[in-house]
């Protein structure tokens, strides 16, 4: 198991920016593929974006597409999601994962961290 812990999130005006992060510890982090999900009040949790262990493959759901680019950074044990274009639609809690290749990420079949939360204000 890794333990994850997500940063970054915090009030942005529509059209801004933020870059999330995700600090991972326990089992050797860039054997895992790794990505972002993401929970509005009231809706399930959505599949956003995703990265293998060695950061050559990437998905991502259709609407952060082109507006997001995720990342990460073995030494450091850590991930990124750099989001543009914000819209108020992308409010939400933002939830780090990871897994042993991309399509359990994607599936959702891995581990969680405990979310950082976004506000995009119109």
């Known amino acids: 198991q890794v333990q994850l812990v997500e940063s970054g999130g915090g009030l942005v005006q529509a059209g801004g920016s933020l870059r999330l992060s995700c600090a991972a510890s326990g089992r050797t982090f860039s054997l895992y593929a790794m990505g972002w999900f993401r929970q509005a009040p009231g809706k399930a949790r959505e599949f956003v974006a995703a990265i293998s262990w060695s950061g050559g493959l990437t998905r991502y759901a259709d609407s952060v597409k082109g507006r997001c680019t995720i990342s990460r950074d073995n030494a450091k044990n850590t991930m990124f999601l750099q989001m543009n274009s914000l819209k108020p639609e992308d409010t939400a809690v933002y939830y780090c994962?990871?897994?042993?290749?991309?399509?359990?990420?994607?599936?959702?079949?891995?581990?969680w961290g405990q979310g950082t939360q976004v506000s995009v204000s119109s």
């Open positions: 994962a990871a897994a042993m290749n991309v399509d359990m990420v994607v599936a959702g079949d891995g581990d």
